[in-house]
Structure formats: structure tokens, C-alpha cells
């Protein structure tokens, strides 16, 4: 079998850096093993402009959130289906201080802070002693919608194979790659954690990350927005919200944690004055990184062998903008972002 572009991984990068070479006329084959607590899977799907308790902007969001809502809502109707709505953030503040922290940052974010109209409504539904700020606009993504109908297509044209990818069995040289009974121009990793093992990249400064959510069942909470205080609960499908989600910097593995359970329950116990039923736990690692800046092109000495990865907890926001410019560089060989492409530790990657 022959193609341009083997990619290994389905998850958010995988899936929309296939798409864009598809679009661009250009043969892949994607090899991906199905998981059912891969990063991408037990994301959240949001998208939110505001970052951290400082309240600043998220890097480069003004490029990168148009280009995400556009790029969401061609690939949905392409798909058939809505795959992003606007749901923005309900900030229950917990403190006296985040209240004074929300008012003295809301004058330098008057594009995206603002308290909501009518706060008041929200007391039928949350016990909360302070202000409520929000945030607007937000972005929600289908996730699992995204992913289980691009799977479809890609096993429609058959170009899906679904295996794990074993890299011993790869061949690969600067001029071409051979894996198995496939020949390729070049092979791409969009394999999240996994890409901290791969020997071409294993020198990159990636941060070992855990994230947790519980899946929970709130028949009566309005679905029209994200609502924050400690935990996020966010819309997830019917009448279920995700509630997390936490970053492990130090754990001794992947699996989900009675401690986390336990906090994020009693919270919503003290929280949320409508009954609740926890239904699931997932936990996952992410492919994060020391930067907070995505791996994206090509190694700068085996140049046959890409990489896109390293979005962290931002996947949703990051994946559509650069799987485009790293399509474009493949193509027509247009630049990557500084800052973004991953020719910036060639020192390190040459060792």
C-alpha cells in the first residue's frame, strides 16, 4: 500500500491533521488503537479564552479561537451534525479575594469579563456567598461526536487500520518510510503520551500531566452554560455533566483516584442544591509540556518523521489552527509558527 502520510493517532490532533491533507488532495493512512481513556476522550471540550487565577488571556487566542468556531462549525456541517455551541463560563467566585482579583482584571478584559445579567436566577440551583463573573464568549466542542463520525469516514474510504502502532516494525530512512506493507513519504505522531517514549522526540521538554473528571447525572441543571467554582461542571450530553478536572503533576499512575471522587462530590454536595448521581470516573494522562507551546512539523534531521502534538489541556483550541499550518507546511512548505514548530529545539532533537 502506498500513501503520502502515514498518521499515527486519532485523537483531536490526528483527526484534524488527516483532514486537512485529505482536503489538500493527499493520500493517508491513519493507524490508531481504540482506547477508551485516551486524553482527548476524557477532555472536556472547551474552549475558554481566560486562563489561570491571574485571569489573562490564553496564548495567541485571538488567531486561534475565530479560526477554531470556523473550523468546528464547517467540519459539523460537512459531518451532518452541530459539533460547537457557545457556552460561556459561569465563574462562582469562592472568596473575597477572587471577587477583588475578578473586578481589578475585568478593565484590561472588557472583551471576554463581564458579570452576568441577572445573577440572581442561579440561586435556585447553587449555594454561592459571593459574585458570579463571566466569561464570554466560550466555546463547547462535541468531542465524542467529532471523533466517532470521523472514524466512520476514515473507515469508509478505508484508510483507518486499527491496531497498535509498533514501532520496531517501522522502517525509516530521510527519503521514506516503511511500515509493515505500507510505504510512505513521511509518518506523523499524533499519539499524545505515547510521543514521550518515541525516540525522535523523547528529548522534548513534555511534563507529565493527570487530569480526572467524574461524569454525573443533574436531570434539572440548565444546560446553557459552563458553570466554575473549584470543579468545572460542564454540559456533556442529555442530562449529564463532566465535573473536574484536576492537574497531577505527581502520581504514581493513571487510574482514577477515590481521592479526587470523594473531593469533587463533596463539593457539588455543598454546591449544586440539585440532587446528583456520579454514573462514571475517568482518569487520563496528557500530553503537556514544559512551554505550554505545541510540538508541530517535521525532525530537523530525520526529516520523513513529524510530529503534532503537545497541546496539554488545549487541544480543542490549538489542534484546528496548526493542523492547517502544518498541512500547508507539508504541501506547499509555508512556514509553522515560531513558537509552535518544533524545529525550535533542533539543538536537543540533533543529539
Known amino acids: 500500500m502506498q500513501v ?23 493520500s493517508v493512512l491513519v493507524i490508531d488503537e481504540s482506547k477508551p481513556f485516551s486524553s482527548t476522550k476524557v477532555a ?20 486561534l479561537m475565530p479560526y477554531a468556531v470556523a473550523a468546528y462549525q464547517a467540519w459539523g456541517e460537512e459531518l451532518g451534525v452541530e459539533l460547537i455551541r457557545q457556552c460561556n463560563i459561569l465563574d462562582f467566585h469562592p472568596t473575597p479575594q477572587m471577587v477583588l482579583a475578578f473586578a481589578e482584571r475585568q478593565p484590561f478584559e472588557q472583551e471576554y469579563l463581564r ?10 440551583f447553587f449555594t454561592y456567598d459571593f459574585t458570579i463573573g463571566e466569561v464570554d464568549p466560550c466555546w463547547l466542542i462535541d468531542l465524542h461526536t467529532l471523533l466517532d463520525k470521523w472514524r466512520a469516514s476514515l473507515q469508509a474510504q478505508q484508510i483507518l487500520r486499527e491496531d497498535a502502532f509498533v514501532l520496531e516494525e517501522c522502517q525509516i530512512t530521510r527519503e521514506a518510510v516503511r511500515y509493515q506493507d505500507i510505504q510512505a513519504q513521511k509518518i506523523i505522531f499524533c499519539d499524545g503520551v505515547a510521543g514521550f517514549n518515541n525516540p525522535y522526540f523523547k528529548n522534548l521538554p513534555y511534563a507529565r500531566n493527570k487530569g480526572q473528571a467524574l461524569i454525573v447525572r443533574i436531570p434539572d441543571l440548565p444546560r446553557s452554560n459552563i458553570f466554575k467554582q473549584s470543579f468545572t461542571l460542564v454540559p456533556w450530553r442529555e442530562d449529564l455533566f463532566w465535573v473536574g478536572s484536576t492537574y497531577e503533576w505527581n502520581f504514581t499512575d493513571t487510574n482514577p483516584s477515590p481521592d479526587f471522587r470523594n473531593k469533587a462530590e463533596a463539593h457539588l454536595q455543598h454546591w449544586v442544591k440539585l440532587p446528583f448521581e456520579t454514573l462514571d470516573h475517568l482518569a487520563a494522562e496528557r500530553p503537556a509540556n514544559m ?6 512539523g517535521l525532525h530537523p534531521v530525520t526529516t520523513s518523521v513529524g510530529l503534532f ?11 484546528p489552527y496548526f493542523a492547517t499550518e502544518f498541512a500547508n507546511y507539508l504541501v506547499h512548505g509555508t512556514p509553522i509558527l515560531p513558537q509552535a514548530d518544533v524545529r525550535r529545539f533542533t539543538k536537543i532533537l540533533s543529539r
Open 291 to 296: 512551554e505550554r507551546r505545541p510540538f508541530v
Open 309 to 319: 502534538n503537545g497541546m496539554g489541556t488545549k487541544g480543542c483550541s490549538l489542534s
Open 4 to 26: 503520502d502520510y502515514i498518521i499515527v493517532g486519532q485523537g483531536i490532533c490526528g483527526s484534524f491533521l488527516s483532514h486537512e491533507l485529505i482536503k489538500a488532495g493527499r
Open 44 to 63: 472536556s471540550g472547551v474552549i475558554n479564552p481566560i486562563t489561570g487565577r491571574r485571569m489573562v488571556r490564553t496564548w495567541e487566542i485571538e488567531t
Open 115 to 124: 458579570h452576568p445579567q441577572n445573577p440572581d436566577q442561579w440561586k435556585q
